[in-house]
């Protein structure tokens, strides 16, 4: 079994800073691609920021300068540090991790379960 879950979501003002985190648990052999995804109301889902195994990134370009997206493979996790907030930046955020079980060696898709982002004056 694995475990996606994300944490650090909230309120924040126009101009503000949020640092959302994810960490997958469970019977992992080895993680691959991590990366955060938001889905605002009416619209669909969309890549905000993916880091790959050997640390290469890529954004929105909505979010170029603005977020930066890490991990830390000792704890299986990965973070996504957001600056300068605008409205339009609120969404729920999910975190994406691809990654390889220990039970069948084979490479899966996991979801987290989502943490909400608002920013509003």
């Known amino acids: 079994q694995v475990r996606v879950v994300e944490s650090g979501g909230g309120l924040v003002q126009p101009g503000g800073s949020l640092r959302l985190s994810c960490v997958a648990s469970?019977?992992?052999?080895?993680?691959?691609?991590m990366g955060w995804y938001r889905q605002a109301p009416g619209k669909e889902r969309e890549l905000v920021a993916v880091?790959?195994?050997?640390?290469?990134?890529n954004y929105a370009d909505s979010v170029k300068g603005r977020f930066t997206i890490s991990r830390d493979d000792a704890k299986n996790s990965v973070y996504l540090q957001m600056n300068s907030l605008k409205a339009e930046d609120t969404a729920v955020y999910y975190c994406n991790v691809n990654l390889r079980t220990e039970r069948t060696l084979r490479d899966y898709d996991y979801w987290g379960q989502g943490t909400q982002v608002t920013v509003s004056s």
């Open positions: 880091v790959s195994s050997i640390g290469m990134t």
């Open positions: 469970g019977s992992i052999f080895s993680i691959n691609r």
